[in-house]
C-alpha cells in the first residue's frame, strides 16, 4: 500500500528554524519532493531528493533517508510569508502527495 | 510557456447534474495529472496520463468519473450524476517524462473548485 505521514499542524516563531517531519511506505520509490501551498493557491515546488542525504536551496533544506523511509523539510530565518501548507509528495512512478502540514508563523 | 491552464476556474452544478473540466498542460510536458483536494488536506491522486495513454486510475475512484487525453496535448475530466460530497478542489497538473527529466516538479494549474448543490 501506499501511505505518507506527515503533522497535521506546527507553529513556529518569525526568525526561527522549523523541521517538518515525513515518513512514507510506498510500493516502489523514485524521489521524495516537497511543496509549498498558500491558501486558495496551487502547490509550488521547493525541493527533490532521490539519494540519501541533505539537499540546500537558501532558507530551505530537505533531507532524506531512503532506508528509513523519511524525509524533513528544514526552514531556517522563518518569514511570516513561509506560513503555508507543506506537502511532502513521493514518485512511484505516479506522484502520491500526504496531507500536508499546516505551518502558523507567529511574530 | 504559459503554464498549465484550468476551467472553468469555479464552477457551481445542482446534484445529479453532469460536468466537465478541461485541462491544458505545459505544451512540451506529456505526462498530466489530475488530484482532487479538500480544505486542510494534501491533493489526492486521481489519475493520470502518459501522452493520451491514461497510465492508472485510483482505485478509490468511482465509476461516475472519467477523463481523457485524446491527442496527448489537454484534458477532460468528467464526472457523471454528481453528489455533493465530490465538492473539491479540482487540480491538473504536468510535468515532463520520466528518465532524464525524472527530477522535474509537477507543474500545477490554479484548479477548477466544484461547488455541488
Known amino acids: 500500500g501506499q501511505n505518507i505521514d506527515q503533522p497535521t499542524e506546527m507553529t513556529a516563531t518569525e526568525g526561527a528554524i522549523v523541521q517538518i517531519n515525513c515518513t512514507y511506505q510506498t510500493s516502489g520509490f523514485n524521489g521524495l519532493f516537497w511543496y509549498q501551498q498558500h491558501a486558495g493557491e496551487a502547490p509550488t515546488f521547493l525541493s527533490y531528493n532521490v539519494l540519501d542525504g541533505l539537499e540546500e536551496k537558501g532558507r530551505f533544506s530537505s533531507f532524506l533517508s531512503r532506508s528509513k523511509g523519511y524525509s524533513y523539510l528544514l526552514l531556517k530565518e522563518l518569514q511570516m510569508k513561509d506560513s503555508a501548507s507543506y506537502l511532502c509528495?513521493?514518485?512511484?512512478?505516479?506522484?502520491?502527495f500526504g496531507k500536508g502540514t499546516r505551518l502558523h508563523i507567529l511574530p | 510557456d504559459t503554464g498549465v491552464s484550468q476551467n472553468p476556474r469555479h464552477k457551481i452544478t445542482k446534484r445529479g447534474q453532469n460536468v466537465t473540466f478541461r485541462c491544458d498542460p505545459i505544451s512540451e510536458h506529456n505526462r498530466l495529472y489530475w488530484y482532487r483536494q479538500t480544505l486542510g488536506q494534501g491533493p489526492e491522486f486521481l489519475t493520470y496520463f502518459q501522452n493520451e495513454a491514461q497510465l492508472e486510475k485510483s482505485r478509490l475512484l468511482s465509476d461516475r468519473f472519467s477523463a481523457e487525453r485524446p491527442k496527448g496535448s489537454f484534458s477532460t475530466l468528467e464526472i457523471q450524476r454528481t453528489e455533493q460530497g465530490d465538492s473539491a478542489m479540482y487540480l491538473c497538473?504536468?510535468?515532463?517524462?520520466?528518465?532524464?527529466?525524472?527530477?522535474?516538479?509537477?507543474?500545477f494549474g490554479n484548479g477548477t473548485r466544484l461547488t455541488v448543490t
Open positions: 497538473a504536468s510535468s515532463p517524462r520520466g528518465g532524464e527529466s525524472y527530477n522535474s516538479p509537477l507543474h
Open positions: 509528495a513521493v514518485r512511484d512512478d505516479k506522484i502520491i
